[in-house]
């Protein structure tokens, strides 16, 4: 069943402490008094790499990512565990999670209680709990005429890890999108509050061109500026692509003007993403100060294009 038939689903929320009404959100924000308020979400997922500890600190980030996209500042986790007891040995459920404690550790996030289940797939997440200003509670809705839009990490992991899986990724790729996953957004996440985000979100499952859909604005992206992680597009074999990213592009393609896109750039720009970057509307005047606030980055944030009028995504190539 396609997510947006299960929220139709769900009863509309009344409740006036409830901060913003987009049931897409990133995160869940509750206003506590006048000026903060706490914030919440959760996300796991099976494995998507091959060496435990790693895909432990993957789920982690992952998880705190959503925290970080709404401007908050996450502050404890409950782990999610299902794991086959009777076919995998304890040890390597030790070593995920001990990956996804460091990054949390990593985080200054305390991981304090959980639940497991025993399941034929292993899998591990986080609820995340933590706590936002008021002032500073970032939506995907907002962006403006003008707004330069940054993406702060490289996309590719959903072919990457599909490689993986079949064994075709060369190692040095593999470790760079281990790396990219792993990595934290809290430094993409003070830097656009310190520029005055008009919107953001995180690039996850619905792909780059899927949330900038979510932003509901008109959007011109240049092509050759969007980061893809180094090593991607020599796995050139459209194959590799996940369905997730395939039933992007179909959903999704309706909505962008592709121009002369090539299959295999329209497959990337709606690459089904996992701990992405954080894609951020910042006015044209804040440009300077993002940069620098994230010049501590492990990637240089990347302008990939503009919001411009009317409602449709347009390629430039």
Partial sequence: MELGHVLKALPNQSDPNLVGGDRFGDAAVFRLSASD???????FFTPIVDDPAAFG?????????????????????????????????SGLLEEIVAGGSRKLAEANVAVIGGHSVDDPVPKIGYAVVGEVSMDHVVSQIGARS?????????????IVTTAIKRGSCPPAVATEA???????????????????????????GFGLIGHV???????????????????????????????????????????????????????????????GGILA???????????????????KPARIGRVVGGERVRILI
């Fill in 281 to 299: 509307a910042i006015p044209e005047t804040q440009t300077a100060t993002f940069e620098s606030r994230m010049a501590t980055s492990h990637y």
């Fill in 178 to 204: 281990v790396r990219m996953m792993s990595g934290l957004n809290n430094t993409a996440a003070d830097a656009m509050i310190a520029a005055g985000v008009s919107a953001a979100t995180d690039v996850s």
């Fill in 57 to 89: 600190a993957i789920a982690a980030a992952n998880s705190l990512s959503d925290i970080y996209a709404r401007g908050g500042t996450p502050r404890f986790a409950l782990s999610i565990v299902a794991f086959p007891r009777s076919e995998l040995h």
């Fill in 213 to 275: 859909l979510n932003l509901r604005v008109g959007v011109e992206i240049d092509l050759r500026a969007v980061p893809v992680i180094t090593g991607v597009r020599e796995l050139t074999s459209t194959d590799l692509f996940p369905r997730g990213t395939r039933r992007n592009l179909d959903a999704f393609t309706g909505q962008v003007d592709w121009s002369s896109t090539s299959e295999f750039d329209q497959l990337l720009l709606c690459d089904a993403q996992t701990s």
């Fill in 37 to 43: 308020a706490a914030i919440a979400t959760i996300d």
């Fill in 146 to 158: 003008g707004d330069i839009l940054y993406l702060t990490k490289p996309i590719g992991t959903g």
